[in-house]
């Protein structure tokens, strides 16, 4: 058996509340998570780790150094404070096990590029990925028929845009070259101009709306939902035979071109929409 270390800001939220469950059914209890550390009481609910680890029958580390050294692979959520994903990863960053980091990956390209630099150093498998990446719906979509794309969700930039730009970037296979952010009233949308003319728009919209793309092509248009949660089940699948074979399943590349995307967005977001430029390039 595999056993899995979740390391998380505080624990009760709904990623660490479901993956246990999840992970034993998808690997038939190959894969397991075993052990648990929370660095703060859940501020939502005020539920501790102790008590976490009681409901869910993991056993409680009093230290991120603890959890590494007796996990054979880690998981680092905090799924909803990218912030704090260097901090909870930097350890395990250095273990040479398998990690992988919840969505959404980082605050933006700088703290994406450090985690990956750090994990090379130490020669460490580490991938991050949103569930949408594995969408059932998404996978026959032939890429030399796409002009433009435009890739509808829900809620805020932060938390929420990266379900929308991993499906663009794995379809698109190419870096923005500039990004403008625009504003709405419980709306926002993010316009991406990459690097070979295209033209993309991711929209969230402030509700409990589906996935949805649509695509422009050279002769005709194409519409896409995400249904149900079976690209959920997809994504817990790769994950359990990530800890197995750690082939990472994402191109570090792909990432931090959403990474930088990203970073965009918020710099036109704060200076009022502006088109702003991308600072790197990983796509060619």
């Not at 969700?153 to 070259?177: C, R, T, V």
Request: glycine residues 8%.
């Amino acid at each position: 058996m595999i056993k899995v270390g979740f390391i998380d800001y505080f624990l009760d939220e709904w990623h660490a509340n479901n993956y246990p469950k999840m992970i034993h059914e998808a690997s038939n209890g190959e894969v397991e998570a075993v052990y648990a550390y929370g660095m703060i009481p859940s501020p939502k609910t005020g539920k501790t780790t102790d008590e976490w680890c009681a409901e869910h029958g993991l056993t409680k580390c009093e230290t991120i150094e603890e959890l590494v050294e007796k996990s054979d692979g880690i998981i680092v959520l905090s799924p909803d404070n990218s912030e704090m994903h260097y901090v909870l990863s930097e350890y395990a960053l250095k273990s040479g096990k398998p990690v992988f980091i919840d969505k959404t990956f980082a605050t933006g390209l700088e703290m994406g590029k450090q985690i990956f630099d750090l994990a090379a150093k130490y020669d460490t498998p580490v991938y991050s990925t949103s569930s949408l990446r594995f969408a059932e719906e998404y996978q026959a979509i032939d890429k030399s028929q796409i002009t433009a794309m435009n890739c509808l969700g829900p809620n805020g930039l932060e938390i929420y845009a990266i379900h929308m730009l991993e499906p663009m970037i794995m379809l698109m296979q190419k870096d923005a070259e500039r990004v403008m952010f625009v504003d709405g009233e419980r709306y926002y949308s993010v316009v991406i101009e990459f690097t070979d003319g295209r033209k993309g728009i991711i929209s969230g919209f402030m509700g409990r709306n589906p996935y949805v793309i649509n695509i422009a092509g050279p002769e005709r248009d194409h519409f896409y939902t995400a249904e149900g949660n079976g690209y959920f089940l997809t994504f817990i699948k790769e994950l359990v035979e990530y800890f197995k074979d750690r082939r990472i399943r994402v191109p570090h590349e792909q990432t931090l071109a959403i990474m930088a995307i990203l970073s965009a967005a918020k710099k036109s977001r704060d200076n009022g929409g502006e088109w702003v430029k991308t600072e790197e390039k990983f796509l060619g």
